[in-house]
């Protein structure tokens, strides 16, 4: 969807629309890839703002950033849905769910410590945000091996035994990567321009 059909309905009213739509996300999936794939559902599927290839493209985008997902993956997509006002809005909705409890829990930290319901919640949390995990990398995993299978499957592959067998910076395997995309690119430039 082109981002002039996008902004259509109006900015203040996208505004409102992304601000409430991640401060839900963040009030109900308040981790980094479990935001993501909250966003996926909810952008692509429910509100059809995005399609999946652009929010496949800003997942990679996010994932290359420092700092925090959720803020991160709030800012790029509030910036494409509405520009720069977009991008605030939606970065204050994603932050103020994790400020309120911040500061209830710093109100009532001794409490909420003592509590053991509190500790069977937040394992019960643990294996929601697990499957969480599991759907984002089933989604990217469907995604990246739509159209072929070898290339995508040997830089995971190549990617998992990097980042599993070698003390060395994930900032190499990142560049390695990039590399690779890029030569990648350039074939399939110079097949099609042959054709």
Not at 48 to 53: A, H, M, P, R, V
Not at 116 to 135: C, E, I, N, S
């Amino acid at each position: 969807m082109a981002q002039k059909e996008r902004r259509k309905d109006g900015l203040l009213a996208r505004m409102v629309a992304l601000f409430v739509a991640t401060f839900t996300i963040s009030a109900t999936a308040n981790s980094g890839y479990a935001i993501i794939a909250v966003m996926r559902d909810d952008f692509v599927n429910k509100r059809k703002w995005f399609t999946e290839d652009e929010m496949n493209d800003y997942i990679a985008i996010v994932q290359s950033c420092p700092g925090p997902m959720a803020v991160t993956s709030s800012m790029v997509v509030g910036y494409q849905s509405a520009g720069f006002l977009g991008s605030f809005a939606a970065v204050l909705g994603v932050i103020t769910p994790p400020f309120v409890v911040m500061v209830l829990v710093t109100v009532f930290y001794e409490a909420i410590v003592s509590n053991p319901y509190v500790g069977v919640f937040m394992r019960g949390m643990q294996m929601g945000v697990v499957a969480m995990l599991l759907d984002i990398c089933i989604g990217l995993f469907r995604n990246a091996t739509q159209k072929s299978v070898a290339y995508p499957l040997a830089i995971m592959v190549i990617a998992f035994l990097y980042v599993r067998l070698t003390g060395c910076s994930i900032m190499w395997l990142a560049l390695g990567c990039g590399v690779v995309g890029a030569v990648r690119a350039l074939l399939i430039k110079r097949e099609v321009e042959a054709r």
